[in-house]
């Protein structure tokens, strides 16, 4: 008994630890770590209930490990994001004036604005709904996260982890956002070229996965100095968070009165309220696909160092514009098929 509850008060020292590190990263990232908590409860307690290896005893006595361990993982490293971007403002209608000599074009509110200079006829009014996003998003950035689970009892290849990743802002800025030919109607011309708005814009995620691991190693406990493939796959509940600052670069959007309940109007071109805050912009979920690739190295008995790469795939990541105090939203574009391709180094223990 004594042995036992020395090993039973070092592990939960240890386990104390262990998230008070974790806790200290995730406050830093200004996490909540809320999330992390509830999953730790829900993996934790197999592993209070006995500190032994889980086993089983013969006729003779003799202890047999069945390989089942509790596991614990650290990681963090580069995430490199990709995505085609989609125009998603739907209908907006706006007026164009096209220079006779030139053929050059700007928005009615553009024009007048210069005074309604001579030389000028009306182009037509086009959609900007029907403009392609200037170029698709790219980024690194830095990405952490940690994980729990359980190795199976006389399957100990198999690893099933609840985790949690962290991958930091992704900058998104363009000018112009919007370009392309754009068809008109009720004017002199019928397809012209236009550009359209500026976007400084971020995105961060938040995931929530459980994943299922498959170790490429004999018996039923890894051996040290030894590297050990691994294959993983699973689902993630992914939170997304943007910001988006708009402006009317153009003059092309102060024409339509909708958009006035996210900015006022200064000399007849729209200033968006932009707020700064993420929480004033609705936040995107997806149901996330995962898929992992890694190998692992044991440096000390249940001590590996982990290296890896894992693949994550979301459907569609939106931007909004909001109001000041972030009631009013209007889609403005996406990032469809989104990839996050993260390259991963970190600490697993199993006890």
Same mark, same amino acid.
């Given at each position: 008994? &004594?042995?036992?509850?020395?090993?039973?008060?070092?592990?939960?020292?240890?386990?104390? @630890?262990?998230?008070?590190?974790?806790?200290?990263?995730?406050?830093?990232?200004?996490?909540?770590?809320?999330? @992390?908590?509830?999953?730790?409860?829900?993996?934790?307690? &197999?592993?209070?209930?006995?500190?032994?290896?889980?086993?089983?005893?013969?006729?003779?006595?003799?202890?047999?490990?069945?390989?089942?361990?509790?596991?614990?993982? @650290?990681?963090?490293?580069?995430?490199?994001?990709?995505? #085609?971007?989609?125009?998603?403002?739907?209908?907006?209608?706006?007026?164009?004036?096209?220079?006779?000599?030139?053929?050059?074009?700007?928005?009615?509110?553009?024009?007048?604005?210069?005074?309604?200079?001579?030389?000028?006829?009306?182009?037509?009014?086009?959609?900007?709904?029907?403009?392609?996003?200037?170029?698709?998003? #790219?980024?690194?950035?830095?990405?952490?996260?940690?994980?729990?689970?359980?190795?199976? &009892?006389?399957?100990?290849?198999?690893?099933?982890?609840?985790?949690?990743?962290?991958?930091?802002?992704?900058?998104?800025?363009?000018? &112009?956002?919007?370009?392309?030919?754009?068809?008109?109607?009720?004017?002199?011309?019928?397809?012209?070229?236009?550009?359209?708005?500026?976007?400084?814009?971020?995105?961060?995620?938040?995931?929530?996965?459980?994943?299922?691991?498959?170790?490429?190693?004999?018996?039923?406990?890894?051996?040290?100095?030894?590297?050990?493939?691994?294959?993983?796959?699973?689902?993630?509940?992914?939170?997304?968070?943007?910001?988006?600052?708009?402006?009317?670069?153009?003059?092309?959007?102060?024409?339509?009165?909708?958009?006035?309940?996210?900015?006022?109007?200064?000399?007849?071109?729209?200033?968006?309220?932009?707020?700064?805050?993420?929480?004033?912009?609705?936040?995107?979920?997806?149901?996330?696909?995962?898929?992992?690739?890694?190998?692992?190295?044991?440096?000390?008995?249940?001590?590996?160092?982990?290296?890896?790469?894992?693949?994550?795939?979301?459907?569609?990541?939106?931007?909004?514009?909001?109001?000041?105090?972030?009631?009013?939203?209007?889609?403005?574009?996406?990032?469809?098929?989104?990839?996050?391709?993260?390259?991963?180094?970190?600490?697993?223990?199993?006890?």
């Amino acid at each position: 008994m &004594p042995v036992r509850a020395f090993f039973v008060s070092f592990y939960y020292a240890l386990f104390f @630890f262990l998230m008070l590190f974790c806790g200290i990263i995730l406050v830093i990232m200004k996490k909540n770590i809320f999330i @992390f908590s509830i999953l730790t409860a829900v993996f934790a307690m &197999p592993a209070f209930a006995g500190w032994q290896y889980d086993g089983y005893y013969v006729n003779d006595g003799y202890y047999v490990d069945d390989g089942s361990r509790f596991v614990v993982g @650290f990681r963090g490293g580069l995430s490199m994001a990709s995505a #085609k971007m989609k125009n998603e403002i739907g209908s907006l209608s706006t007026g164009y004036m096209m220079s006779n000599t030139t053929d050059s074009v700007v928005s009615v509110i553009a024009w007048e604005n210069q005074g309604e200079p001579e030389g000028y006829s009306f182009a037509g009014y086009g959609d900007l709904g029907k403009l392609p996003v200037n170029g698709d998003l #790219k980024g690194t950035v830095f990405t952490a996260g940690a994980s729990i689970g359980l190795t199976l &009892p006389n399957r100990p290849q198999w690893r099933i982890e609840a985790g949690y990743d962290y991958i930091t802002e992704i900058k998104y800025n363009k000018r &112009p956002l919007l370009e392309g030919n754009l068809a008109l109607e009720e004017g002199n011309a019928s397809v012209v070229h236009v550009s359209s708005t500026s976007a400084e814009s971020t995105v961060s995620t938040d995931v929530v996965s459980l994943m299922a691991y498959y170790d490429f190693f004999e018996g039923n406990e890894k051996r040290l100095d030894k590297f050990i493939p691994y294959v993983g796959f699973g689902v993630g509940y992914a939170v997304s968070k943007t910001v988006l600052k708009l402006t009317d670069t153009y003059g092309d959007l102060s024409y339509d009165p909708d958009l006035i309940a996210f900015g006022t109007l200064s000399n007849n071109i729209i200033q968006f309220d932009n707020p700064s805050n993420a929480s004033a912009y609705p936040s995107s979920t997806n149901l996330a696909l995962i898929g992992a690739l890694g190998v692992s190295y044991g440096v000390a008995k249940s001590t590996f160092i982990d290296a890896s790469l894992r693949l994550m795939y979301l459907p569609k990541v939106t931007w909004n514009i909001a109001n000041a105090k972030g009631t009013v939203h209007r889609e403005w574009f996406a990032a469809e098929d989104m990839f996050y391709t993260n390259l991963m180094i970190g600490l697993r223990f199993e006890f």
